[in-house]
C-alpha cells in the first residue's frame, strides 16, 4: 500500500527564515497531497501535486515531487509565527480514494 | 460554505463503555471518509463512504468499530466496547472530486480517550 513518510524531523526556525521538510513513499502514486495541523486543528489541505506534475507553487508554499526517488519536499518561505504547526504528507493510489499519511513534522516558527 | 464538522470535540470514555462519533460533511459531498490518529503513530485510514453505500472499509481495525451513514448525509462512527488502544484522534474528511478539484477537507477531529 501506498505510503507517505516524512522524514522524521522537528523544526525549529525563526521567523522570515525558510523551512524545508521532505517525504517519501513506497509504491507508485497518483497524487501527492501536503496538510497542515495547527494545535487542536484540524487537518487543511495545503497543496496537491500530481505525479506527472514535477513542482508546483501556492504563495508561500514550494512542492517538488521525484518520482524516480519516491520522495516529495515542502518549502515554506519566509516562515510566520502561525506557520508553527505539524506538517503531513498523504499520497493516494490510482483506483482509490484513501490516503496514506505519514507520521507528520512538527515545525515550530519563532518570532 | 460550512466546514466539515464533527462532534464532540473531546470525549473521555471507560474502557467497556460505547461511544458514538459524528461527522457532518460539506452539503453535496458525495464522498466521505474516517480517519483515527493513534498517539505517536501515522494517521490512518478507516473507511471510505460514497453516499450511503460503503466503499472501501479495509482500514476498520475489528468489528467493534461501526460506521453508518443513512441517507447519505451525516456519519457516524460507533465503538462498542472502546478499549484502552481505541485512544486517539478520529478524523473525518468530505471530497467532491471534480475536475483539478481535487482536495479533501477535514474537519476537527474527535479526541477519544478511553481510560
Known amino acids: 500500500s501506498q505510503q507517505g513518510e516524512e522524514d522524521p524531523q522537528a523544526l525549529s526556525i525563526q521567523e522570515g527564515e525558510n523551512a524545508t521538510m521532505n517525504c517519501s513513499y513506497k509504491?507508485?502514486?497518483?497524487?501527492l497531497q501536503w496538510y497542515r495541523q495547527n494545535s487542536g486543528r484540524g487537518l487543511v489541505h495545503l497543496i496537491l501535486?500530481?505525479?506527472?506534475?514535477r513542482e508546483k507553487h501556492s504563495g508561500r508554499l514550494r512542492v517538488t515531487l521525484d518520482t524516480s526517488k519516491k520522495s516529495s519536499s515542502l518549502l515554506i518561505t519566509a516562515s510566520r509565527a502561525a506557520d508553527t504547526a505539524s506538517y503531513f504528507c498523504?499520497?493516494?493510489?490510482?483506483?482509490?480514494?484513501?490516503?496514506?499519511f505519514g507520521k507528520g513534522n512538527q515545525v515550530v516558527v519563532i518570532p | 460554505e460550512a466546514g466539515v464538522t464533527q462532534f464532540p470535540s473531546h470525549s473521555v470514555i471507560e474502557k467497556g463503555q460505547t461511544v458514538t462519533l459524528r461527522c457532518d460533511p460539506i452539503s453535496g459531498h458525495d464522498n466521505l471518509y474516517w480517519y483515527r490518529r493513534v498517539m505517536g503513530k501515522e494517521i490512518k485510514f478507516l473507511l471510505h463512504?460514497?453516499?450511503?453505500?460503503?466503499?472501501?472499509e479495509s482500514g476498520m481495525p475489528n468489528n467493534r468499530f461501526l460506521a453508518e451513514r443513512t441517507g447519505g448525509t451525516y456519519s457516524t462512527l460507533k465503538v462498542q466496547p472502546a478499549e484502552l488502544e481505541d485512544s486517539g484522534v478520529y478524523f473525518c474528511a468530505s471530497s467532491q472530486v471534480t475536475g483539478d478539484n481535487y482536495g479533501y477537507t477535514f474537519g476537527s477531529g474527535t479526541r477519544l480517550t478511553v481510560v
Open positions: 463512504f460514497v453516499k450511503e453505500s460503503k466503499q472501501d
Open positions: 498523504a499520497t493516494d493510489g490510482w483506483g482509490n480514494n484513501r490516503l496514506a
Open positions: 501535486i500530481r505525479s506527472n506534475e
Open positions: 509504491t507508485s502514486i497518483n497524487n
